[in-house]
């Protein structure tokens, strides 16, 4: 009898040993999968954080007051904003994101001020993308526009440049001593004035002050020894029903930044 006990007990003994390791390695198992699908999962997700950095700097530029992303093509609404200089400096920023070194100090000292400007090379056209050769040809063809609507004044000493949106839609009389920018509506209507704005040299004989309302703070500025007055008519230029009287508005709302562009010759 004492031997069946001893032999049952010594049974239950071995079946609780396996028991206890069979156990034990499942555990040990399942640990090791466990640590692999986390240094896996791990491993996908620097995958795609690496994948989803920035492989290109931030090459964007703000010229009055809009952003330009010089990776992208430029929107031509944003582009017609531009002055003749703020168009020179965006065509340069094209070269300069590839690194280009300029001739010119001003332009190195300019785009310096940008972290993504790295000058290290004189000829990158080959560098140059489809959308870069894309936004050069707009900005080019865009600066000889503006070309054609700079006025030149041999008799006032300077020039100013017209927004694109104002081609064909005004025209320019001038004198020795001032000139008037009247509005030239696409309509045949018959009215008198239309006058956008005068300038006019202080010590004209035509000059008073008085006949006149002023168009901003800044109402005299000078080229060389000559004082000049920027001033509009008193009186609202155009009657209230004539048909292009919206248009003309809007071209108004333009005149500060036109007189912006006023330049000695």
């Not at 002055?83 to 001003?106: C, M, P, S, V, W």
């Not at 063809?141 to 000493?157: A, D, I, P, R």
């Not at 048909?243 to 005149?255: A, N, V």
Request: aromatic share 14%.
């Amino acid at each position: 009898m004492n031997v069946m006990k001893y032999k049952i007990s010594k049974l239950i003994s071995a079946v609780l040993i396996l028991i206890f390791f069979i156990y034990f390695n499942l555990i040990k198992n399942n640990n090791i999968s466990e640590s692999n699908l986390t240094l896996s999962t791990i491993n996908k997700t620097n995958q795609k954080i690496n994948n989803n950095k920035l492989t290109s700097p931030n090459t964007t530029l703000v010229l009055n007051g809009y952003e330009f992303n010089l990776t992208q093509i430029f929107k031509e609404d944003l582009l017609s904003t531009l002055d003749k200089d703020e168009l020179i400096i965006l065509r340069n920023a094209i070269y300069a994101k590839h690194g280009y070194i300029f001739t010119q100090k001003k332009y190195n000292d300019y785009f310096l001020q940008f972290n993504w400007y790295k000058p290290t090379s004189n000829n990158v056209s080959q560098l140059l993308t489809s959308v870069d050769h894309d936004n050069i040809k707009r900005i080019i063809q865009l600066e000889q526009v503006l070309e054609k609507l700079e006025f030149k004044s041999n008799k006032l000493g300077f020039s100013i440049t017209f927004p694109h949106n104002w081609k064909n839609k005004y025209k320019i009389v001038e004198y020795d001593t001032y000139m008037i920018v009247y509005f030239n509506p696409s309509k045949n209507v018959d009215f008198k004035g239309g006058e956008f704005f005068l300038i006019i040299d202080t010590k004209s004989s035509y000059f008073n002050q008085e006949n006149f309302d002023t168009i901003s703070d800044k109402n005299f500025f000078e080229i060389g020894n000559r004082q000049y007055y920027i001033c509009i008519p008193t009186d609202f230029p155009l009657p209230e029903n004539h048909p292009e009287i919206e248009l003309f508005l809007k071209m108004q709302s333009d005149i500060p930044n036109i007189l912006k562009t006023i330049k000695p010759l």
